[in-house]
């Protein structure tokens, strides 16, 4: 009988590789609503279940989100494994490092340890799945952002763990391919089709290779080298988004509407060519937004897309969640005036001044924090929570000398 409801077990031994089987699907929600695309992808991994005569497991993080359960059980899953707690509700690694502590932070970091335990690239150094990109990658991520963490509670020994648990993401480059490639169990690779990199999934969850594969937030020099060097990388972004439609609709290159690939416009200020950022932000800005019914060319999936689009059209963007660093790019709007919380920031206001803004005009000329001249391409956190102004000069040629 389908829809048997679990507790998470924290003593799961991620050690024992009989543990890692049947399908899974991971089901977000925000504030006690279940996203329509954890529907989908249960639907989905209905389908690869009966195929493999596996079971489909579905699992719900959050708090007090039991009674979602049944809903999950209702589109297929087998099982559905509810991690229910109070600390599940709001915490990230990002709101530690920016400030926000109002929670039992040694327990929250347990429960993290516990998810990496559970569904980390343990025990073989990645996750050998039918979605083995996303799956590494992501959690080398999640792996990173624990050591952040371990390093800001002082546990040495945690911090050099998962920050090594972090480089995973290289265990499934295939040099010979010169791009990620899911990997089997037994270390072999997966057939490698003509159009790999544009294959939607692919080892991927609703995106191809080449779009899940510039997902490495964390160590974006790692990557790089990976992929062969800053200037091989450079030809392979400019052609990325080249290649992109102009009305920004579903496609195999920069596909906007669907979230693995928002923070590749930001690669290039780590590339030393900012006005490559500056250009395409503001060209996303205009062309996958609209005050119009079709107002965003993919679903909203939990305020992502808003999101997006708010702190790039605001000139500021944290491509890396749990690293203070905010990337600097060309405004929408002329002014903007962000309005601390005092319980985490001291500064009262931040605010962000375009002049000489226009649509021709998308590209910062100088930039100038609190008086002082600023020649990077970035900003720490840290100087919006003190408060402050930052004011960007426009024109309507790239300043190939302003960021680098």
């Known amino acids: 009988m ?8 924290p003593n799961y031994d991620s050690s024992k590789i009989e543990e890692f089987k049947n399908v899974w699907v991971f089901c977000e929600q925000r504030q006690g609503q279940m996203m329509s695309t ?13 195929e ?3 079971k489909l497991c579905g699992l719900l993080v959050g708090d007090n989100v039991g009674d979602l359960a049944e809903s999950i059980g209702g589109y297929g899953a087998d099982e559905v494994i509810v991690c229910d707690h109070p ?18 932070v040694e327990k929250a970091y347990r429960y993290a340890v516990n998810s990496s335990k559970r569904f980390g690239n343990d025990p073989l150094g990645y996750t050998p799945s039918e979605l083995c990109i996303s ?43 010169g791009w990620f490639r899911p990997r089997r169990a037994d270390g072999g690779w997966e057939p490698w089709p003509g159009n790999a990199r544009t294959t939607e999934w692919y080892g991927c969850i609703e995106s191809n290779p080449y779009q899940q594969g510039w997902f490495v937030p964390h160590d974006v020099e790692g990557m790089v080298s ?19 439609p102009s009305d920004m609709l579903w496609n195999d290159y920069y596909n906007h509407a669907n979230e693995p690939v928002h923070l590749v ?20 800005c205009e062309k996958a937004y609209a005050d119009k019914v079709e107002g965003i060319v993919g679903n909203e999936d939990a ?20 690293d203070t660093r905010m990337e600097i790019t060309s405004p929408v709007f002329d002014r903007i005036e962000l309005r601390l919380d005092p319980a985490y920031a001291p500064g009262g206001t931040f605010t962000v001044v375009a002049h000489g803004n226009s649509p021709s005009n998308v590209y910062i000329q100088r930039a100038v924090l609190n008086g002082r001249e600023h020649t990077a391409s970035h900003i720490d956190f840290a100087d919006i929570a003190a408060g402050g102004t930052l004011e960007l000069y426009m024109g309507d040629t790239p300043n190939t000398r302003w960021g680098i």
């Not at 690694?93 to 400030?99: E, M, N, P, R, W």
């Not at 590494?136 to 763990?161: F, H, M, N, P, V």
């Not at 997006?308 to 969640?321: E, F, I, Q, R, T």
């Open 38 to 50: 954890s529907y989908e992808l249960i639907s989905e991994g209905r389908k690869l279940a009966d």
């Open 87 to 104: 600390l599940l509700k709001n915490y990230t690694t990002d709101a530690y490092a920016k400030g926000i502590r109002s929670y039992d």
């Open 52 to 54: 493999l005569g596996v």
């Open 135 to 177: 799956h590494t990658l992501e959690y080398a991520y999640t792996d990173w952002c624990i050591s952040r963490l371990a390093t800001q509670l002082g546990k040495r020994e945690d911090a050099a763990l998962y920050a090594a648990k972090g480089q995973a993401y290289r265990n499934i480059f295939d040099r010979e391919k």
């Open 303 to 322: 305020g992502q897309m808003s999101a997006w689009y708010v702190l790039a059209a605001a000139g500021l963007h944290p491509a890396c969640p749990g």
């Open 226 to 244: 990976l992929m062969g060097g800053r200037e091989a990388v450079l030809r392979d972004l400019t052609e990325f988004f080249d290649k992109t």
């Open 265 to 284: 416009p930001f690669l290039f200020n780590r590339l030393g060519q900012p006005w490559q950022t500056q250009k395409w932000t503001r060209h996303i």
């Open 2 to 9: 389908r829809n048997e409801v679990k507790l998470a077990n």
